[in-house]
C-alpha cells in the first residue's frame, strides 16, 4: 500500500479492493489519484488469481468528484482537452478492459466525477443512506469523464435527462435504483454483510467465465445486429468448453454420467440454502 498516496490497493485471494483515499476531502480527485487510479486498474488487470476488483471510498463519502485545486488549471484549453481525454477517458477504458467483474461499493456521497466513476463499473452496490447526483450544471458544465453518455445507457433516457439537467446532489439511493441506475440497494446496518456476501458469491465463480461474460456483455451492445450479438456469445461459450480445465471436467463426466447428475443437484440444492 505504500505505493501509493492518494488511494490503498489490497488483495485478498480473489478479491482486490482498491480504496479513495483522501478522506479529509471527501475522496475527491486530484491529478495525483487520476494517475494513480490509471496505474492500479492496469496493475490489477495482470493479477493471477484476482476475478473481482472492489471499488470503494475510505471515510465518509464514496467521491464528491474533482478536486477544486484542479480547476484553475483547466482555465488551459489544452490542459482541460487532457484532463478529458487523457485521464478521464483512459481511466474508463482501463476499468472497461481491466478484464475483472469491478464492483463499485458506494456509500455517504456518490457525485459528480464520483459518479461518473461508479458508472465506469460493472456492479454498483449502494448503502441506503447514500446521496448520489451530477452537479455539473450547476457551474455551466457537463459530465466530462464519460458521465453524460455512460448515465444514458445505465437508465431510462428520460431519467438520465433529469439528472444531468437538474444538477441534484440529494437523490436517494433508492431514488437511483428505482431509476435503474443502480445493481442493488442494502440497509445501512446491513451493507457490510450483504455487501460481503454478494462479492463472495461472484469471486466464487471461475474467473475465465467471468472475464468472457464481461466481454460478451459489453461487446454485444456494440453491435446492431442481435445475430452478430448471438455468434458472440456462441463463441465465448465454445472457448470455454475448449479450457483445460472445463476439458478434465467434462473428461470425468464421460467416464461416469452420474457424477454429472450428482454435481447439477448438489448445486441446485447449494442454491436453494443460500436463497
Known amino acids: 500500500m505504500a505505493d501509493y498516496s492518494t488511494i490503498s490497493y489490497e488483495v485478498d485471494g480473489p478479491v482486490a479492493t482498491i480504496t479513495l483515499n483522501r478522506p479529509d476531502k471527501y ?16 496493475r490489477v488487470r495482470d493479477e493471477d488469481g484476482v476475478s473481482v476488483v472492489v471499488l470503494a471510498g475510505a471515510g465518509r463519502a464514496f467521491c464528491t ?3 477544486l485545486d484542479i480547476f484553475p488549471s483547466l482555465a488551459d484549453h489544452t490542459a482541460a482537452l487532457n484532463w478529458l481525454a487523457h485521464e478521464g477517458y ?44 451530477a452537479t455539473e450544471i450547476n457551474m455551466g458544465l457537463l459530465p466530462g469523464w ?8 445505465a437508465m431510462p433516457l428520460h431519467r438520465a435527462r433529469e439528472v444531468i439537467y437538474s444538477g ?25 454483510e450483504r455487501f460481503a456476501e454478494t462479492v463472495a458469491n461472484i469471486a466464487g ?15 454485444s451492445l456494440e453491435t446492431p445486429s442481435l445475430d452478430t450479438a448471438l455468434a ?8 470455454l468448453n475448449h479450457a483445460p480445465d472445463i476439458q478434465a471436467a467434462m473428461a470425468m463426466f464421460r467416464e461416469n454420467p452420474d457424477a454429472l447428475v450428482k454435481s ?12
Open 264 to 275: 447439477q443437484r448438489a448445486a441446485n440444492v447449494d442454491s436453494d440454502q443460500k436463497a
Open 90 to 133: 483512459e481511466i474508463g477504458k482501463a476499468i472497461e478492459l481491466c478484464e475483472k467483474v469491478v464492483i463499485a461499493k458506494v456509500h455517504g456521497h456518490c457525485l459528480a466525477g464520483g459518479l461518473e466513476l461508479a458508472l465506469m463499473c460493472d456492479l454498483v452496490y449502494a448503502t441506503d443512506s447514500a446521496r448520489f447526483g
Open 205 to 219: 465463480k471461475k474467473a475465465i467465465a467471468l472475464r468472457m461474460g464481461k466481454e460478451v456483455l459489453a461487446r
Open 27 to 42: 475522496n475527491a480527485i486530484n491529478r495525483t489519484m487520476a494517475a494513480e487510479l490509471l496505474a492500479v486498474f492496469r
Open 146 to 153: 464519460g458521465g453524460t453518455v455512460r448515465i444514458a445507457r
Open 232 to 239: 458472440l456469445e456462441r463463441n465465448a461459450i465454445q472457448w
Open 65 to 67: 468528484g474533482g478536486d
Open 168 to 192: 441534484r446532489k440529494d437523490y436517494t439511493a433508492r431514488d437511483f435504483y428505482e431509476m435503474g441506475l443502480l445493481t442493488r440497494v442494502f440497509e445501512a446496518d446491513r451493507f457490510e
